[in-house]
């Protein structure tokens, strides 16, 4: 499961807010849930100790931006990662938007049960000034690797609730749209607004289970049922909610301008 936010921010703004929602991460998950850090210059996988974390306080508070990617282990295809994607705004020449991911191993959901993970997103995202947001169940890999797309698309079709995760490319271009539909869908400025804040949000929705929730004037939470659903379209689970919501946020959600043949249809998949 992934936990995102996009915030149209740079860096040293969110800096702190970034540092707050990783300790809620960590009480959540455990302290020792994240072992290892990769190297932001080098790649390199070096075990998270004290001067491990050290680092990584350093290379948040005095960098103008930077990427931070912790894992439970650096081997593992599956389990607790952090992901953080800044920019400085001021120098792109994208449309890009900081980006914080908390994944969580399926494991936990079934221990805990949806009830807490959909509390922890929300304890995340009181944290975070983020434009949009969600959380649900996706593949889990790490972006590098070459070829995994086609490995998984079939699956990806089948399944059209599993979300591809891309959290260094998304967040290059997705600046303050929402990046397609998931189980639990964060809006915020501008977007909430645009469709009349949330009251009017909830009375454009009325699949069953679905429930929209108020964080504060300019932002809230969309949650689709009880459960985060994968779906499965061989057996006829298309996801009807998911869908209207879909139709409903369609002006606002980021589709890559450079995808073509499956992956434009992928991200699709709710729409068409």
């Not at 490319?169 to 809006?187: A, P």
């Not at 009880?226 to 139709?247: F, I, K, N, S």
Request: proline share 6%; hydrophobic share 40%; with cysteine.
């Amino acid at each position: 499961m992934s936990i995102t936010f996009y915030m149209k921010r740079s860096h040293q703004e969110i800096v702190r807010d970034v540092m707050r929602a990783l300790q809620v991460y960590r009480r959540a998950v455990g302290p020792q849930a994240l072992g290892w850090y990769a190297d932001p210059y080098s790649g390199d996988w070096d075990e998270l100790g004290d001067k491990g974390w050290a680092y990584i306080q350093r290379e948040m508070l005095e960098q103008p931006a930077t990427s931070i990617w912790l894992r439970e282990l650096p081997n593992a295809t599956t389990g607790y990662e952090f992901l953080y994607q800044s920019h400085l705004l001021e120098v792109c020449e994208t449309d890009a938007a900081s980006t914080v991911s908390f994944m969580l191993p399926t494991e936990y959901l079934e221990e805990h049960g949806p009830d807490r993970v959909r509390a922890l997103a929300l304890e995340l995202a009181k944290e975070l000034p983020f434009n949009s947001g969600h959380a649900g169940l996706c593949f889990n890999f790490p972006e590098s690797f070459l070829g995994v797309l086609d490995a998984i698309r079939d699956l990806s079709f089948r399944y059209p609730g599993l979300d591809i995760p891309g959290v260094h490319f998304t967040s290059l271009e997705i600046g303050t749209r929402v990046d397609g539909v998931h189980w639990l869908n964060f809006l915020g400025p501008p977007v909430l607004g645009e469709l009349g804040g949330a009251a009017s949000l909830s009375a454009r929705l009325r699949s069953p289970g679905t429930t929209v929730q108020a964080l504060d004037e300019e932002r809230a939470v969309v949650t689709l049922g009880e459960w985060p659903e994968a779906g499965d379209m061989e057996q006829g689970h298309t996801l009807p909610a998911y869908r209207e919501l879909a139709h409903v946020l369609e002006p606002w959600i980021h589709l890559d301008r450079f995808s073509q043949g499956a992956l434009q249809r992928w991200e699709r998949r709710f729409l068409d």
